[in-house]
């Protein structure tokens, strides 16, 4: 069963756009790490491998439904966090822009009937599942910035180290 030209295409652009954050987020671990912060510096690289995984996991699906990737260029923008909380103030506007591009290809899908993509995305192992995790990780470590401000970088270093 082949894509509709128009999934097709979403899905492209949504392969190009996991592999522009894989680099996005190489680039927030080197910011990171610059500065010391190996912790921080692990999360970020364990979300640029994720998002590598996310760009395979489209790829697969692009084959298993007897198609192939067109080739695109890979929209790269310049990073340059200003400060150890817009570190994570970007990385979840990356998030968000992410999820609302994974739920316009499934909004497609319901609207040409194609139920298959619509699973796919829905599977426990599926991008909306993942979206949602990632968004909320991000979420608890700007909340935990918010309760406690005074604690510092290098503090909260340690904890985003853990997750």
């Known amino acids: 069963m082949i894509l509709s030209s128009n999934i097709l295409s979403l899905l492209t652009a949504q392969y190009s756009h996991e592999t522009a954050n894989g680099i996005f987020y190489t680039a927030l671990q080197s910011w990171a790490d610059r500065r010391g912060l190996t912790g921080t510096a692990s999360f970020f690289r364990k979300q ?5 995984v996310h760009a395979d996991k489209i790829l697969e699906y692009i084959h298993n439904r007897n198609d192939q990737l067109t080739v695109i ?6 990073v340059e966090p200003t400060s150890f909380e817009n570190l ?4 979840i506007e990356r998030e968000r822009l992410t999820s609302e591009m994974i739920l316009a290809i499934k909004s497609q899908a319901e609207s040409i009937g194609d139920h298959a993509t ?3 995305l829905l599977d426990p192992e599926g991008l909306v599942k993942e979206q949602v995790e ?23 270093d340690v904890w985003i180290g853990g997750l």
């Not at 640029?48 to 590598?52: L, P």
Request: charged fraction near 20%.
């Open 48 to 52: 640029a491998e994720g998002e590598r």
């Open 73 to 78: 260029a890979v929209p790269l923008q310049a």
């Open 88 to 91: 994570f103030t970007l990385a």
């Open 118 to 120: 619509c699973q796919w």
């Open 134 to 156: 990632e968004e909320n990780i991000l979420q608890t470590i700007i909340d935990r910035m918010n309760i406690d401000p005074t604690a510092g970088p290098h503090l909260l």
